[in-house]
């Protein structure tokens, strides 16, 4: 990259609106009311897990054109992926559209790759206006990496719960919003940790890499950022993160929020808080978006989601799970000399 | 996009070096004497099928990363992902190598996805070396996507047969080699086929819907190209696909060749030849890179690899199958006056 693993976009890609849908027990928490669509069933209004989840998906994508005003022919590409094994409720939402798609799989972190390419094709002036969304389903999820609902199976203190509902930023070269200043590619980190409950731990040192890797490779201090905002580490994994980036010289922990300890009101079997990858795409497409634009009080945000890149097959076969975290620094556009 | 669903590349970004791994059943076939790791047994000295899998993926990456006389961190990132579910192939091998990794998912179209997200990367000036791989392997792809090998399940004549192979182009800035010129991002097209045994047939309107829209966006008759090449629609996809374009005015019968079609000698349950996403990844990485350079005779090659967009899921609860393809144009870097 240009240089380390980071790349700098010089022609100010912008997320210029965002749309967002989310599950009752998620719009009881933080972001409820920067939600654009609240649902009272998260079955909204389908027979099939699966497709109120790509329902979700489609619906924040229809909602992100048209708060962005565009025609719907106006947007060149979705950047998209999910959870689900073939990523179908990207496809399938893709579908729907009829508009170029570039499929990702990135587990969690789905939102801070979609972003990062999506800042790359709209930069590198390849595309004017790119769609970047995904987005989650608890029961979807829970039925394809652990166990069918109906099961009742007790969930362990370190588990988290996946988050219902689904983002959407819209990244243009025109129009205005807060800028993708740069992004951080990450690479993929294991260390060793193989239970399936504990995600937080599992993700937290590729969370550190990144980071770490950003603050090297930009020369930048923790405090540039206001907030430094990981998906879906939970409360374990939060801990975990400001540990491990302390430990090689960085200390985060005054300006680092994780959207999965944030986004609920932990009161029964979300223990360690939420995850998924609606998980951190709801979080920063609704509550730190209207932060970030408006009178909101929040002008950079380095965003890092994590991914645990694990697959029933991988953890049944005795394979370690394997992490990943992408980073974007988001910053309202401002001009240069109105910053102290 | 800049034109259309096509991006143009003005920097020359080229497939400096390949690297092709496959196994005894595909080396029997047309590409066998191009491939740089011709396996003996498809295992490839590992328990699982998943584990071999992996390590062709990876075997191909270093080949490529060697013939392209690179050191192995001079790669910017690695664009790649497979078939199996949360794409474990391309993220346990991104994990042997500490290099930043970009995921993606798009089935058997999976190779153009990587090339064209690889040559916006370089194009663009955020990478300077960036590798594209992908693969697969029959016996991990039957036991996740149809029955297990010890059912001995018969096979439909309609039927393909997953390609056991893996291949890896690096894509740079400097060097030379092909050069990769433009790419259409397709979009997901669906004609309502929802037999998970005829993925042709599934197949071809997507391939068709984006070799006309390049040919539609670049200007470009179907004859500019000595090969219109597409992934692994197999013998009746390939029919197919000539109808469907010859009926919207583009002849391409004379300079269209299917990987599928050509991989294997087709004798016993092949039937109509070979699919998946190593299918494409050996055959463009061996024989046609071979034909690409050197004394080879091939100037431009549309490439158009075409993926079903399905899950077991999907299609258990009455899903028809979404398809893609992703084109790249990869053209001989020879200056415009020698070309009469």
């Keep these: 990259m240009q240089q380390g693993h980071t790349v700098y976009f010089k022609n100010k890609p ?38 109120a989840e790509r329902k979700m998906l489609l619906t924040a994508l229809e909602c992100a054109v048209r708060k962005a005003k565009l025609a719907q022919s106006e947007v060149d590409a979705i950047v998209s992926g999910d959870l689900l094994n073939q990523i179908i409720s990207a496809s399938f939402a893709a579908r729907e559209t009829g508009l170029p798609f570039l499929g990702i799989y990135s587990a969690c972190s789905t939102m801070s790759e979609a972003l990062l390419l999506a ?81 937080g731990a599992a993700m937290a040192p590729a969370a550190a890499d990144t980071i770490l890797m950003h603050l090297r490779d930009t020369g930048r201090d923790p405090s540039y950022y206001d907030l430094i905002l990981t998906g879906d580490l939970g409360a374990l994994g939060s801990r975990l993160v400001k540990e491990l980036t302390y430990e090689q010289g960085a200390d985060i922990s005054a300006n680092h929020v994780d959207c999965g300890e944030i986004v ?77």
Aim: aromatic share 8%.
């Design 14 to 51: 912008k997320i210029v609106a965002t749309g967002t849908v989310a599950g009752p027990k998620e719009c009881a928490g933080v972001a409820g009311r920067y939600v654009d669509y609240p649902l009272g069933d998260d079955m909204f209004g389908e027979e099939t897990f699966e497709r």
């Design 119 to 199: 800042a790359v094709l709209t930069d590198g002036g390849y595309a004017e206006n790119v769609a970047a969304a995904t987005g989650s389903h608890f029961s979807s999820a829970e039925r394809q990496y652990r166990y069918p609902l109906e099961l009742g199976t007790t969930r362990p203190p370190q588990s988290q719960w996946t988050v219902t509902g689904a983002g959407c930023a819209m990244v243009s070269r025109a129009g205005s919003g807060p800028v993708i200043t740069c992004g951080t590619v990450g690479r993929v980190i294991d260390y060793g940790v193989s239970d399936v409950n504990n995600m």
């Design 264 to 340: 609920y009101r932990v009161r029964e079997d979300e223990f360690q808080g939420g995850s998924g990858a609606g998980c951190s795409a709801v979080i920063l497409n609704s509550y730190i978006y209207d932060k970030l634009t408006g009178s909101g009080n929040i002008r950079r945000v380095l965003f890092a989601a994590t991914g645990a890149l694990l697959s029933t097959v991988s953890s049944g076969q005795g394979e370690t799970i394997p992490c990943i975290a992408h980073a974007v620094a988001i910053e309202r556009d401002a001009p240069a000399e109105a910053e102290s």
